[in-house]
């Protein structure tokens, strides 16, 4: 057996039992005794979900503040829990009172966490599977990302995937799909992310897409990206709806980038041909209808109308190259 310090043994075995303590009577469990940076930061979590308000918290890079917003998020959720439940603990030891302590509210806020990357989704979940929290978790991603069916898998784009996928789920012609139970695969496995739900679908034949969907219905708590929950779109898309929930946005830094692409779309050179191929098209056609003289659809404003649009187009693509080819 290797020798090990032991001030590292220490070290580790300290680490594998949660200290607890409370934080304006919410009873926090953490896995380890917090510095001060990271009780102060917890504190100031528990605060503002009890106040119901906004809040920008910052704290130095290894800190350990997704630690302490998992915790002290989850173990708030845990008291509200308790109070709707109205089972409120009084004095020491394992009295009771049933009736519903004040200030409890009404039902248990969801919790959605949202991240720039799926990447560093994981290892906020790495952190989640650190703590002794369990809460019941989905992570939402791309049919792209999680689906595991070969002959979709084959597929060149992602347009075609998800064609396909949505044809054979209709057809209920996928296995995977027709397999999905998320409540069997969620009592051994209860915290997954991707990389874990893909893994989980090959070995159970279950489609981890709907799988997470599936997933996403009773989880205490739900990890995506930014853009799933900041694109109006794609949140319809995937049902997720942020009423009464407590929305975490880490990194949060990165927001505003994440906005501009959510409203922007990208405009080609291609793209501005193809609108004045179509307006030359309609141009004939309003030529031909003049020429015959059809006073009803022909209209000398509206062949000048046309003209005038094709010319702003053109105007714009020379704009488009001439940017282009200066790189």
Not at 24 to 35: A, I, Q, R, S, T
Not at 119 to 141: C, D, F, H
Request: charged share 25%.
């Amino acid at each position: 057996m290797p020798a090990y310090s032991k001030s590292w043994c220490t070290s580790i075995c300290y680490r594998m039992e949660s200290v607890e303590f409370t934080i304006d009577n919410v009873n926090v469990k953490f896995p380890f005794k917090p510095y001060p940076c990271q009780f102060v930061y917890m504190e100031k979590v528990i605060q503002c979900l009890q106040q119901s308000t906004n809040a920008i918290l910052e704290s130095p890079t290894g800190t350990g503040k997704t630690l302490c917003l998992l915790c002290a998020t989850l173990a708030w959720r845990e008291e509200q829990l308790r109070c709707r439940n109205g089972m409120a603990a009084v004095g020491e030891g394992n009295v009771w009172d049933t009736r519903t302590p004040s200030g409890c509210g009404e039902g248990v806020s969801k919790i959605i966490y949202a991240s720039r990357t799926h990447s560093q989704l994981a290892q906020v979940i790495r952190e989640l599977k650190n703590t002794s929290y369990r809460p019941r978790v989905a992570i939402i991603g791309s049919r792209e990302q999680m689906c595991i069916h070969p002959e979709v898998q084959r597929k060149e784009t992602n347009t075609e995937k998800v064609h396909l996928c949505r044809a054979k789920v209709k057809a209920n012609s996928c296995i995977y799909y027709n397999n999905v139970d998320a409540k069997r695969l969620q009592s051994s496995e209860p915290i997954m992310d991707i990389e874990d739900l893909v893994v989980a679908g090959n070995r159970h034949r279950m489609c981890p897409y709907y799988l997470a969907r599936e997933l996403k219905q009773d989880a205490d708590i739900i990890f995506m990206p930014y853009n799933y929950l900041l694109d109006a779109k794609t949140r319809k898309m995937h049902g997720v709806d942020v009423r009464g929930a407590v929305v975490i946005l880490d990194e949060a830094h990165n927001i505003e980038k994440v906005c501009e692409e959510a409203t922007s779309f990208d405009l080609t050179s291609l793209d501005i041909a193809y609108c004045i191929a179509d307006v030359d098209y309609l141009l004939q056609m309003k030529k031909e209808e003049l020429v015959e003289g059809d006073g009803e659809s022909a209209s000398d404003d509206d062949f000048k109308a046309l003209l005038n649009l094709k010319g702003k187009m053109a105007t714009t693509l020379a704009v488009h190259i001439q940017y282009r080819n200066s790189f």
